[in-house]
């Protein structure tokens, strides 16, 4: 009886260092220390003993029951801590590793005309500034020789904050503003938003988008104009688009001019967008009025120059075939997504 619990004894000792997991070794426990197993069997066999042989043997049998625990015990710890750091190996979570972000969101497409044109402009040399759209009447209309009562002023067309605070109407207050700071040469665009008191509608918005252009230097000519028009045209809507002037009026530009390109749809043909004249009115435009270069204090007979001003909306449309302003205003999910 002392050599077969010894033989169990070894064998549960090889089960136990060979059980790979704390699952086989539960099951291993199981069957070594349930009512089938082989030592309560053996102490079942007990009664078989002589009274003087008993109390050894089950001190025996006790003794190898408490070995077989710590074993189990100690092989369990062992098992419990492989488990769990190869669990940390293998759901390890390299938080450095670099991944490509999903886009969120899309550029609107004013945003997208926005950096173009910045993108053309600043390759010709010149400079982006901005400047307030809650400006000063003297920079909106006075410094650029719109008088008193001259009908732009009126308050049909301009959002008055106070008697001599206006909403900009248009970019050209920073002309104003820039003039007045700085010494020429002077090569700037400048982007921003402007207000005026219309109804929105297919073509008109109260608050729109513009960019001006400025340029003062000696010997600015009418023909640097149309060079840096052409050059502009040319970058937005490839080769082949050229500029048609037509005589126009605006008070700070002498003479004035407002700009055709080639239509960018038909590419002069004639079409649905051009109504069949092959051109389409995009801005206006002029030699800076000398009155207004001295009201900012540069001396006309020293310097010229020349400004423009375009809507980045009318652009937008042109561009992207957008039939409707106010799309460009409802933020509708279907149509930002298509400038992905
Ligand atoms: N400021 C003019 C407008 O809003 C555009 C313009 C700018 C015209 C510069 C000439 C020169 O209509």
């Known amino acids: 009886m002392q ?30 220390q349930g009512k089938k197993g082989s030592l309560t069997q053996l102490l079942r066999g007990m009664g078989q003993l002589s009274p003087e042989e008993r109390p050894r043997m089950g001190a025996l049998i ?32 390299d938080v450095t590793e670099p991944r490509a972000f ?61 008697d001599n605070i206006v909403l900009r109407t248009h970019t050209s207050p920073v002309q104003a503003r820039t003039m007045l700071t700085r010494k020429p040469p002077i090569r700037i665009v400048c982007p921003g938003r402007v207000y ?41 809507f490839g080769e082949g688009i050229t500029t048609r002037f037509h005589p126009s009026y605006f008070p700070f530009t002498e003479p004035s001019a407002e700009v055709d390109l080639t239509c960018m749809a038909c590419r002069g043909k004639g079409c649905r967008v051009c109504k069949g004249t092959g051109w389409i009115e995009i801005l206006g435009c002029g030699m800076v009025n000398p009155r207004v270069l001295s009201m900012c204090g540069i001396d006309p007979d020293v310097y010229t120059g020349f400004a423009f001003g375009m809507g980045l909306e009318r652009i937008a449309m042109l561009k992207y075939g957008i039939s409707d302003m106010r799309l460009l205003y409802e933020g509708d999910l279907r149509f930002l997504r298509q400038f992905r």
């Open 102 to 162: 999903a886009h969120q969101g899309t550029l609107h497409p004013i945003s997208l005309v926005q950096a173009e044109l910045v993108d053309i402009f600043t390759g010709m040399g010149f400079e982006v500034v901005e400047g307030p759209e809650v400006e000063l009447d003297t920079y909106n209309f006075e410094l650029l020789n719109l008088p008193k009562n001259h009908p732009a002023r009126d308050a049909q067309d301009s959002f008055y904050i106070e």
């Open 62 to 93: 006790n003794s190898a029951r408490e070995d077989i625990a710590r074993m189990l015990e100690t092989r369990g710890a062992a098992l419990k801590k492989e488990e769990r750091a190869r669990r940390l190996r293998e759901e390890a979570v």
């Open 196 to 236: 005026r008191a219309d109804e929105l509608d297919a073509t008109h918005s109260p608050v729109f988008h513009q960019m001006e252009g400025l340029v003062v230097d000696r010997d600015v000519t009418m023909g640097d104009l149309k060079g840096t028009l052409d050059a502009f045209a040319q970058g937005l």
């Open 3 to 32: 050599e077969k619990m010894q033989q169990i004894l070894d064998d549960a000792r090889r089960a136990i260092e060979k059980a790979a997991s704390t699952a086989e070794l539960e099951a291993l426990r199981v069957q070594l």
